[in-house]
């Protein structure tokens, strides 16, 4: 069974860090592009920043370039976003997506969605 499953959200300060994980099973991440997404209350999900399957190519949005960090771990079936200067217009649910096409910051093309953290910020 093909899962996701996020951990890491949580309380943090503005000008706080937190990173999140994302633990892959029932496939192998190898062949996949991932993405991480969130979405706030009362807005549309929004991407976050996508990285190739190859790890070779990384796309950020403009409102966290420069904060944000997106790795993967293919060894070990994970991925992770690295949040540093969190302000509190970072405050929503984040979520990790795949899609097998090599390299897609799209939303819709995501076929496989974990459940979401909670990351509020706050001072």
């Known amino acids: 069974q093909t899962q996701l499953v996020e951990s890491g959200g949580g309380l943090v300060q503005p000008g706080g860090s937190l990173r999140l994980s994302c633990a892959a099973s029932?496939?192998?991440?190898?062949?996949?592009?991932i993405g991480w997404f969130r979405q706030a209350p009362g807005k549309e999900r929004e991407g976050v920043g996508c990285?190739?399957?190859?790890?070779?190519?990384?796309n950020y949005a403009d409102s966290v370039k420069g904060r944000f960090t997106i790795s993967r771990d293919n060894a070990n079936n994970m991925l992770y976003l690295q949040m540093n200067s969190l302000q509190p217009e970072d405050t929503a649910v984040y979520y990790c997506?795949?899609?097998?096409?090599?390299?897609?910051?799209?939303?819709?093309?995501?076929?496989?969605w974990g459940q979401g953290t909670q990351v509020t910020v706050f001072s």
């Open positions: 997506a795949v899609t097998d096409y090599f390299s897609s910051c799209t939303q819709g093309n995501y076929e496989y």
């Open positions: 990285i190739s399957a190859s790890g070779g190519s990384t």
């Open positions: 029932g496939f192998t991440l190898d062949n996949y592009a």
